[in-house]
């Protein structure tokens, strides 16, 4: 199995920029997703294939990946996106692994 | 619209089973693999369980394995979740996900249902 670990927390100013690391196994990180979930919500899939966006996802979200570590970046934050962020990987043996997820706050 | 729809969650005690279920509606339900995720109260997201598009591959998070039984019914467009020995352990919301290929890999999870409680408690 792997894991992945993340920060518990970041805060932004709202139009500012925050990156979110997510950090494990370099092989399963290579094509990590990335979900948002708002308070009270479900999940959605906002990164899949390390940068690739799902329609309807606003390009504000991009995110890369290099060595062992996996950064979603959000630019011009906004109220809306004040929420928990989950990375995800997967490899052959363990299947799938979530990160312990990043709360984001926007001040 | 692409929709999933859990059901079967309930207030159980330890060791019981519980079956969970899940409808899909606006998509090509054969087509994908589906999963379970459950999230613990004010916790984080856990992978539950993985089923491909033709139910030939299954995987099990290690905690789960041997107790709880993935499956689908291509013909009704659902997923199920059999769970035996519950432990106050597995107590979550268990959310019902559909995948981005038929089987396992490295498209994500892109659509979710609303999740159904599961409480294990005497």
């Known amino acids: 199995s792997f894991e992945l670990s993340q920060p518990s927390s970041v805060s932004v100013s709202l139009g500012e920029t925050v990156h979110i690391t997510c950090s494990g196994d370099?092989?399963?990180?290579?094509?990590a997703c990335w979900y948002q979930q708002r308070p009270g919500q479900s999940p959605v899939l906002i990164i899949f294939q390390s940068n690739k966006r799902p329609s309807g996802i606003p390009d504000r979200f991009y995110a890369s990946s290099s060595g062992n570590t996996a950064t979603l970046t959000i630019s011009g934050t906004q109220s809306a996106d004040e929420a928990d962020y989950f990375c995800q990987a997967w490899d052959s043996r363990t299947a799938y692994a979530f990160g312990p997820g990043t709360k984001v706050t926007v001040l | 619209d692409a929709q999933l729809v859990e059901s079967g969650g309930n207030l159980v005690e330890p060791g019981k089973s519980l079956r969970l279920s899940c409808v899909a509606s606006g998509i090509n339900f054969d087509g994908y693999g589906m999963h379970w995720v459950r999230q613990a109260p004010g916790k984080g997201l856990e992978w539950v369980a993985s089923?491909?598009?033709?139910?030939?591959?299954?995987s099990y998070v290690d905690s789960v394995r041997g107790r709880f039984t993935i499956s689908r019914d291509n013909a009704k467009d659902r997923l199920y979740l059999q769970m035996n020995s519950l432990k106050s352990e597995d107590t979550a919301v268990y959310f019902c996900?559909?995948?981005?290929?038929?089987?396992?890999?490295?498209?994500?999870?892109?659509?979710w249902g609303q999740g159904t409680a599961v409480t294990v408690s005497s």
């Open positions: 089923v491909s598009w033709d139910s030939a591959s299954k």
């Open positions: 996900t559909k995948g981005g290929s038929a089987s396992f890999g490295t498209y994500g999870l892109d659509l």
């Open positions: 370099p092989a399963a990180i290579r094509y």
